[in-house]
């Protein structure tokens, strides 16, 4: 199984995801912000990041740019998991390097297909 960031602020949110992933045999590692997001996937080495846009400190969008600008962690995948649902949101995340994204509230049948095609 795949080890997974999930680079959210809302603990009901991490505690959910987490405790999703973990039952699916996931390994869960938790980042507050996309600062720890970016600070976490350079020493944690995850296989994918679940990356929330809106979080305090440093934004996903500024996260993903700066994760996919570093050599050492641009082939991790960045998966957006977001509210931000409309068309021009979705083009932005992508716009930034994430690899795909999934809306809020989260379908966990659509993320576990996404998790498998990007591991």
Avoid: Y
């Amino acid at each position: 199984m795949a080890k997974i960031l999930i680079a959210e602020d809302i603990e009901l949110n991490q505690k959910m995801l987490s405790r999703r992933l973990t039952r699916d045999g996931h390994e869960v590692v938790i980042a507050d912000n996309g600062q720890e997001a970016v600070n976490l996937t350079q020493s944690e080495h995850p296989d994918i990041v679940l990356m929330d846009m809106s979080m305090p400190v440093m934004d996903g969008w500024e996260a993903t740019e700066i994760i996919k600008g570093n050599s050492d962690t641009s082939e991790v995948p960045v998966i957006a998991v977001t509210a931000h649902t409309l068309d021009h949101e979705k083009t932005r995340a992508k716009e930034a390097g994430c690899d795909d994204f999934v809306g809020k509230p989260i379908n966990f049948k659509e993320l576990e297909g996404i998790i498998k095609e990007h591991f």
